[in-house]
């Protein structure tokens, strides 16, 4: 196994231009032919729909990687964010430890779906799908159907609010969504951690030959998704300030999309933090330019879909020409496997 294997590459990096300029592109369209959309509160409401879904974009940037999928993170999102605000607002925890608690609760689901895919040999899709349902579940139960509120500018946690948006309309969020991505990126590309998940996803099997406990590491990956989704659970608090019961779901196809667009593979072994911003910001601006050219958001799940097979499509195609030149030849076919395990050794 190369060194393509943990790094990017060229075909990816130009999925990632086009997607860039694709971003460009969408958001000059609507500027030139929406209605008063090149405004500073309209670029305000973009960043707005990204902290939360960008955040889980993140998280699940590492699942995906490693060739699997976190279905349940829109409604462990919210699951998280019921739990802290309502032990909150019963008065058993201080503000700022609620909030801790949001997050231990994202990463409790993580290390859940951790435990059911790599312990357990359950499908990533049917196990994830079946916490989203937990997760949705539990956060009706602990509000008892009730919607959960958060403190508002006005209270003595008014501060809670600056955290993603000033009273004068800045988007400081957007300071701590590039703060999270940057931490990302670093831990991805740059440690133990990032390694191992690449290799999981490039090829498993030669990974745990390697001597590599792929167990652990493959359950990280989604703690680190779960973690991620209590942060968006707190960014959406900070945002909206009600929770409602029963929801989240729809999330986290908007945050797969835009890890998809983004350049990172479905099948594995291939993504970037960079690239999951810029799939981000795609989705969120769709989401909120429709609007601005007479079109309802509805239209936004219609076009999502288009653009999202389009990426596979391209993800495909890369990696199949990408096999076609990295095809070992007939005569060495049988010492591929020793020689991808002693190059992958020699490289973690």
């Known amino acids: 196994m190369d060194k393509k294997t943990f790094k990017i590459g060229k075909p990816k990096s130009v999925q990632k231009l086009a997607a860039l300029l694709a971003l460009v592109v969408l958001y000059a369209f609507f500027a030139i032919f929406g209605n008063n959309f090149f405004t500073w ?11 939360y879904i960008g955040f889980l974009a ?13 279905l349940s993170i829109g409604t462990v999102m919210m699951c998280s964010a019921i739990v802290g605000g309502t032990l909150f607002n ?8 609620s909030l801790i608690v949001i997050l231990i609760v994202g990463a409790l689901f993580g290390l859940l779906n951790g435990v059911l895919v790599s312990r357990l040999k359950l499908p990533p899709f049917i196990s994830t799908l079946g916490t989203m349902m937990i997760a949705k579940g539990l956060g009706a139960i602990v509000s008892n159907v009730q919607s959960t509120n958060f403190p508002l500018r006005t209270s003595e946690y008014g501060w809670f609010k600056d955290l993603f948006r000033t009273a004068n309309n800045f988007p400081v969020g957007i300071i701590v ?5 940057i931490i990302a990126a670093i831990v991805l590309n740059k440690t ?15 990974t745990r030959l390697s001597g590599i406990d ?3 590491w493959e359950s990280s990956a989604y703690i680190i998704s779960g973690l991620c989704a209590g942060l ?16 989240g779901q729809g999330f986290e196809l908007d945050a797969i999309a835009g890890v998809v667009v983004g350049g990172t593979s479905l099948s ?8 999951t911003f810029i799939g981000v910001f795609i989705m969120s601006t769709l989401k909120i330019g429709l609007p601005y050219v007479d079109l309802q958001p509805h239209y936004q799940t219609f076009i999502t879909g288009i653009v999202v097979i389009l990426a596979v499509f391209f993800d495909i195609y890369r990696t199949s020409r990408s096999a076609k030149v990295k095809a070992p030849k007939a005569d060495t076919k049988g010492k591929s496997n020793t020689t991808e395990k002693k190059q992958l050794q020699n490289k973690i």
């Open 177 to 181: 969504l590039i703060v999270v991505g």
């Open 214 to 216: 792929v167990k652990t």
């Open 192 to 206: 133990k951690i990032g390694r191992y998940i690449f290799g999981i996803g490039s090829n498993k099997e030669a």
């Open 90 to 97: 019963a008065g058993i925890l201080p503000f700022w430890l």
């Open 268 to 275: 594995g072994g291939v993504g970037s933090i960079l690239g």
């Open 41 to 51: 509160d309209t670029l305000v409401s973009i960043f707005d729909a990204s902290y």
């Open 232 to 247: 968006a659970g707190i960014a959406y608090a900070a945002t909206y300030s009600t929770i409602l019961p029963s929801s």
């Open 58 to 70: 993140i998280g699940v940037t590492f699942v995906i990687i490693t060739g699997g999928i976190d």
